[in-house]
C-alpha cells in the first residue's frame, strides 16, 4: 500500500497562524473588573461616603481657597469685636430711649447705626472664612446692660458717657489697633481700617460731652 506523502508546512504560514491566534487572545480577553463597568448607584454612593471630607471648617488641616486664613489672634480679634457691637447696639438702644441730653441721644443713635453696619460688615468677613460669630451679648457684659437698663435721669446720661460712649469706645480703638499690626488677612484688615475712623470719632464726641457735663 503507497504511502502518503505530506509536503511540510511554510514557515510563513506557521509564523501567521500564531500571530493570529496572538491577535485573537489579546481581543478575546476579559476587561478588567472595574474598566468598564458603570457603577451602581450604592457603589456611587459608597464611593461618595469614602472621599476624603473637610471636618475642619477653620482650616487648620486642609488649605482653603482663600488667600489668607484667619489666624487663631485674628479668630479670638473677631469674636471680641462682634460680642463689642452686640453690646453697643443694645446699649446704644437705650440711649437712644433714655437720655436726657439731646447731644447724648444723637450720640446714642450714630452708636447703634455704627453697629449695625460694623456688625454687617465682620459677618461678611467671618462668612467669607467659614468662622461662626456669636449672635447674643457676651455673657460677662449682660449684667451691665441691667444696671444701665436700672438708671434713668442724669444718672443713666452720666453712666452712659462713662461707659459706653469713652470706656467701650477706648477699648474698641484699642482692639482694633492691636489686630491690625497681626493680621494678615485682606479683608479683615480693610474691615478694620474702616472701622478705626468711625470708633475714634465717637469717642472724641464722648469726651466732649463729658467736659460739658462737668462745666454744667
Known amino acids: 500500500m503507497a504511502r502518503t506523502v505530506v509536503p511540510p ?11 493570529a491566534l496572538a491577535a485573537g487572545a ?19 454612593a459608597q464611593r461618595n461616603m469614602d472621599a476624603p471630607r473637610n471636618s475642619d471648617p477653620e482650616g487648620e488641616k486642609f488649605e482653603k481657597s482663600a488667600p489668607a486664613r484667619l489666624s487663631k489672634p485674628d479668630r479670638a480679634f473677631i469674636t471680641k469685636a462682634a460680642g463689642g457691637l452686640l453690646f453697643q ?12 441730653d439731646p447731644q447724648l441721644a444723637a450720640l446714642a443713635r450714630t452708636l447703634q447705626t455704627d453697629a449695625a453696619s460694623g456688625l ?14 456669636p449672635d447674643a451679648v457676651p455673657e460677662g457684659r449682660r449684667p451691665l446692660l441691667g444696671r444701665l437698663g436700672a438708671l434713668s435721669g442724669e444718672a443713666f446720661d452720666s453712666a ?14 484699642r482692639l482694633y489697633e492691636r489686630a491690625l499690626r497681626t493680621t494678615v488677612v485682606p479683608d479683615f484688615r480693610a474691615w478694620l481700617e474702616s472701622r478705626l475712623p468711625a470708633e475714634r470719632a465717637r469717642l472724641d ?12
Open 9 to 19: 508546512v511554510p514557515r510563513w504560514w506557521v509564523a501567521s497562524l500564531l500571530f
Open 26 to 44: 489579546v481581543h478575546a480577553a476579559p476587561p478588567p473588573d472595574n474598566a468598564s463597568r458603570t457603577p451602581s448607584g450604592p457603589e456611587r
Open 89 to 100: 447696639q443694645e446699649a446704644a438702644k437705650l440711649g437712644v430711649e433714655r437720655a436726657q
Open 120 to 133: 454687617s460688615g465682620l459677618q461678611r468677613v467671618a462668612r467669607d472664612h467659614n468662622y461662626p460669630l
Open 160 to 173: 452712659f458717657r462713662l461707659q459706653v460712649g469713652i470706656q467701650d469706645r477706648r477699648d474698641d480703638v
Open 205 to 216: 464726641a464722648a469726651r466732649r460731652l463729658e467736659q460739658q457735663s462737668m462745666q454744667r
